[in-house]
């Protein structure tokens, strides 16, 4: 079973607009990572936040982290048509293993 | 710098039947997995490799899937016998060791078709 879960589950903006995806998670983790995936492609790794930072930047993207909620934000920022795939958040837990949740499709209209 | 090869990237079998997938790891990476993704899910983790260890395989269905990593590089997946609901992508990733401090780099997946 997965234990993430992303919000929305869908999201179409314009290019040129922000686009903003949240994650939730049930347990405790050591860190939290988003990876994208194109269709018919394989997931390519985005950013990794650990437990113990806040808000991490990456060029056009920004990942917040709340622990406390237990919850994540990636932030896009000036999308662009090629930004269009599945984004997933992924958490390692006490475990070690990296958790999936379902994904979000972006589309961006060009 | 070469990712994760996989092949066959698709493939199609009548059920019952055996499938093998293929993996070559990107060279230096001692830790591998194999993950199963079904339409409209992320993927889920079947095994994990360190080197040519399996330190976990608590979700590999052990009746019919076996893994291997010989010599601790490549690694196959095999189903035998293949039934209707693994229809699925079956992604295979590797990363340095540290396993849950490091990114993972994802192969392009294979994507097989039980009828």
């Known amino acids: 079973s997965q234990q993430g879960e992303e919000d929305p589950q869908a999201l179409s903006i314009q290019e040129g607009e922000n686009a903003t995806m949240n994650c939730s998670y049930k347990?405790?983790?050591?860190?939290l990572q988003w990876y994208r995936q194109n269709s018919g492609r394989g997931l390519v790794h985005l950013i990794l936040i650990r437990s113990n930072e806040r808000e991490k930047h990456s060029g056009r993207l920004r990942v917040t982290l709340d622990t406390s909620k237990k919850s994540s934000s990636l932030l896009i920022t000036a999308s662009r048509a090629a930004d269009t795939a599945s984004y997933f958040c992924?958490?390692?837990?006490?475990?070690?293993?990296?958790?999936f949740g379902k994904g979000i499709t972006l589309s961006v209209r060009p | 710098e070469a990712g994760v090869v996989q092949s066959p990237r698709y493939k199609i079998i009548e059920k019952k039947q055996p499938v093998a997938f293929w993996c070559n790891p990107i060279?230096?990476?001692?830790?591998l997995y194999w993950y199963l993704q079904n339409l409209g899910q992320g993927p889920e983790l079947l095994i994990r490799?360190?080197?040519?260890?399996?330190?976990?395989d608590s979700q590999l269905p052990k009746d019919r899937f076996s893994a291997e990593r010989l010599k601790g590089v490549d690694s196959t997946l095999k189903i035998q016998p293949a039934e209707l609901g693994d229809s699925a992508v079956y992604l295979c990733a590797s990363s340095l060791e540290g396993f849950s401090a490091n990114e993972q780099f994802f192969g392009p997946g294979t994507r097989l078709t039980v009828l």
């Open positions: 992924a958490n390692t837990g006490a475990n070690s293993k990296l958790t």
């Open positions: 490799y360190e080197n040519e260890e399996a330190v976990d």
């Open positions: 347990t405790s983790i050591n860190n």
């Open positions: 060279s230096g990476h001692n830790t």
